[in-house]
């Protein structure tokens, strides 16, 4: 016991900020063009959903479960398993993750008044999550080259997905897009504080944001 | 196999522990009491610096950081199942070498399954690219009955140089000082470094008692030591050995205690390898100055 208590976070982490990082820069560079393609797609279903809030939401949940489905395959198995082993064990909850978007895009959002209380938070998570986060690393005196990209990283796929779950109705619907996104921002706000303290406000205050909205709003009922 | 003491010692393990053939100075060298092998003081740690999964650009940063290892000498490698993709990295900094024959090629067993250590061990010299291991040590005591059994049968078959065992961090020192009573281990690894001095109390004088080797893991709290004395004044005695910065005093504080054998800083940069492999050339600290720097230390 005396031992373990002996841990701290840091000694769990086997990576350094700058192989972190280069994550990014790497997996952008593999996939290019997709890293102006995806937030691209999903700002364009953002803008569908203000007119037609059903079909928006469903285009939006179908490109999100490409999303995480992509982010699991590609940078989580691919890129970060390699430097964290306990990664692999986080594919496949991003492969479960996909699958709740998309049975959620086929099935569509349960009927809603529009518009709602809950959306102005949802379009202001999905934002941040497209255009903002992108620009952290140009905050963070890194270069666009390695930014963390919706639909390619891990993080604001999530912030994203957290808008998705905001925009939607019913507590079910609700759970099944924000319950990964939720653990996933706290674990990543973790690792970005022992890795690089100030990195961590991003996902930590996406979260904390997210998981305000979704309380105020779920007592409200849109 | 059935671990016994005789078996321990016994063994076609001498085509294994010749004399290193490293091109260091022979001054720069510590004997491995055990066999009698001579490796260079400062090695190379593996830890965090080597885990650069699949990137072309750090993997090729840390070859560089092997061959210029090599080129001032060689020495011990350490690294471990544990440690991500650093074995890999070693691998592809070894492919990349010349003359890898000076590198004295040292990993661990970590897993919880007893039944694994021989498979692991396979697989981290498929990983590294070599025929055999000089020293393979049981990882931070990890099923180390199991473990250490695998490997005393490993050397005795000739596969492997030298056994040991490894803590860190000041952990399980209670139980690493039993097992340096009892089993005739050729190595111990353990942190020591001028702020983590534990070791002086009890496991640094029984290994010199019992001819076990030293590495000291953590020589600079993972960089932390450092830093954390960037600017502060450097203790008279550095003068007079020859020292103008806190990391090669550091490194002479650990290689100056006489039971130490090894110490495995960790870098990706060649220029502090460089600065690391010279901190074991000039004077060294002798036991009243090495009291003149804890107590100057300590007043930081």
């Known amino acids: ?222 | 196999m059935k671990l016994t003491r005789r078996t321990m010692i016994t063994g076609a393990t001498a085509a294994l522990t010749l004399p290193f053939p490293a091109r260091a100075d022979d001054a720069l060298l510590r004997e491995i009491p055990s066999t009698g092998t001579r490796i260079p003081a400062v090695g190379l740690g593996s830890w965090i610096t080597f885990n650069v999964g699949n990137d072309p650009v750090l993997l090729d940063a840390c070859a560089d950081v092997i061959a210029a290892f090599a080129e001032e000498g060689g020495g011990m490698i350490d690294s471990s199942p544990m440690y991500g993709s650093s074995q890999e990295t070693i691998g592809y900094g070894l492919e990349k070498l010349n003359d890898p024959k000076s590198i004295f090629a040292t990993d661990k067993v970590w897993t919880d399954d007893a039944d694994m250590g021989a498979d692991q061990v396979a697989q981290s010299r498929a990983a590294w690219g070599v025929d055999h291991f000089d020293l393979l040590q049981v990882h931070n005591l990890v099923e180390w009955e199991a473990h250490l059994d695998t490997l005393f049968g490993l050397k005795e078959d000739g596969q492997l140089g030298h056994v040991g065992l490894t803590t860190s961090h000041g952990r399980r020192h209670d139980l690493l000082e039993r097992l340096m009573r009892d089993y005739p281990v050729d190595t111990v690894q353990l942190t020591y470094n001028l702020a983590d001095r534990e070791a002086e109390d009890r496991l640094l004088p029984l290994a010199r008692e019992k001819g076990i080797a030293v590495i000291a893991n953590r020589p600079f709290r993972r960089g932390a030591l450092p830093l954390n004395l960037k600017g502060k004044p450097l203790p008279d005695v550095a003068a007079d050995l020859e020292t103008e910065s806190w990391p090669q005093l550091l490194l002479k504080f650990v290689l100056s205690h006489p039971a130490l054998t090894v110490a495995i800083p960790a870098t990706t940069r060649v220029a502090h390898l460089r600065e690391n492999k010279a901190a074991a050339r000039g004077p060294m600290p002798d036991a009243a100055m090495r009291r003149r720097i804890v107590t100057h230390f300590e007043t930081l």
Not at chain 1, 128 to 156: K, M, V, W
Request: proline residues 7%; aromatic residues 10%.
């Open chain 1, 1 to 222: 016991m005396r031992d373990w208590l002996s841990y701290e976070l840091s000694d769990f982490l086997l990576f350094s900020e700058r192989v972190y990082w280069r994550l990014f820069t790497l997996e952008n560079a593999n996939l290019w063009p997709m890293p102006l393609l995806a937030p691209l797609a999903l700002l364009a279903a953002l803008a569908l959903h203000t007119r037609r809030p059903a079909g928006g939401l469903r285009l939006l949940f179908a490109l999100l479960a490409l999303s995480w489905f992509s982010v699991g395959a590609n940078f989580i198995m691919q890129r970060y398993a390699p430097v964290n082993w306990a990664m692999s064990h986080a594919g496949p909850v991003f492969f479960l993750q996909a699958i709740a978007f998309a049975v959620m895009a086929f099935t569509g959002p349960p009927r809603r008044a529009s518009p709602r209380l809950a959306d102005k938070p949802g379009y202001a998570l999905v934002l941040a999550g497209t255009l903002a986060y992108p620009l952290l690393a140009l905050l963070q005196g890194r270069t666009l080259a390695d930014a963390e990209i919706a639909g390619i990283a891990p993080d604001p796929t999530a912030v994203v997905s957290l808008g998705a779950a905001l925009l939607t109705t019913g507590p079910r619907h609700r759970l099944a897009a924000c319950a990964v996104s939720g653990l996933w921002l706290a674990q990543s706000a973790l690792t970005l504080y022992v890795l690089d303290g100030p990195a961590a406000l991003a996902p930590g205050l996406a979260l904390a944001a997210g998981a305000l909205a979704l309380i105020a709003t779920g007592r409200r009922r849109g």
